[in-house]
């Protein structure tokens, strides 16, 4: 694939998300994103599906949507930046995680909150500290690894700086984390991209059935 292929790829994520936050009925707006998806994996040329998966393709692997994994959900900040308190001063480091990648060097995130989800546990918020910014929240779940469950290292919720933006919450501060609209990073699909995965403040002990499942080989 070349630069201006990938360029359109997202592109046409951004443009699938624009529609996703301009509709109101969230069933409509989840069958857009499921569409819009399903298009893109089939025919763009910077698809992740290797080519025996792309010629079999019939459509991602989503479950129907159900409303009750919508969550509009203020970002705490009390527990950024608590690994290294300096002592000399009223300063504390940033948490943070580095991911090594094969094409863009390594990718620094920075940790800016924490998402409480009523009967889920508690995500990671964070911030891509490179060029373009942009908050990363990947999930893993309890169906990870598991055949028929979800992709070993976890799903993506929001990736905003590639687009996968679902907006802001009602309330100021706030997002919208749709659990419907997880979905799998591209290394799921092909080994030779290098994705961020889940880390250890983005598990959760419990079965998330909906959004984007997994399929093949973990």
């Keep these: 694939m070349t630069a201006l292929q990938v360029a359109d790829w997202r592109r046409r994520v951004h443009a699938i998300y624009s529609s996703v936050?301009?509709?109101?009925?969230?069933?409509?707006?989840?069958?857009?994103?499921?569409?819009?998806?399903?298009?893109?994996?089939?025919?763009h040329p910077s698809t992740p599906l290797l080519p025996d998966d792309r010629a079999k393709f019939t459509g991602l692997p989503v479950r129907p949507y159900d409303p009750s994994w919508r969550f509009e959900v203020a970002v705490r900040i009390d527990r950024v930046a608590v690994d290294d308190v300096r002592t000399d001063a009223a300063y504390v480091e940033p948490r943070t995680f580095e991911f090594e990648t094969g094409t863009d060097g390594i990718v620094p995130f920075e940790l800016i909150g924490v998402a409480d989800l009523p009967g889920i546990g508690s995500l990671d918020v964070w911030r891509l500290s490179s060029y373009g910014g942009g908050i990363f929240i990947p999930v893993k779940d309890a169906l990870h690894g598991t055949k028929g469950g979800t992709y070993g290292g976890g799903r993506y919720l929001l990736d905003t700086v590639k687009g996968a933006d679902l907006g802001p919450g009602a309330e100021l501060e706030s997002l919208v984390l749709d659990f419907n609209f997880a979905y799998n990073p591209s290394c799921a699909y092909d080994p030779r991209w290098a994705c961020p995965l889940a880390p250890a403040g983005n598990s959760v002990d419990v079965d998330i059935p909906t959004g984007e499942r997994y399929s093949g080989a973990y």
Aim: with cysteine; hydrophobic share 40%; aromatic share 14%.
């Design 21 to 43: 936050r301009q509709c109101a009925d969230p069933f409509a707006a989840h069958e857009l994103w499921r569409r819009g998806r399903d298009e893109l994996f089939a025919t």
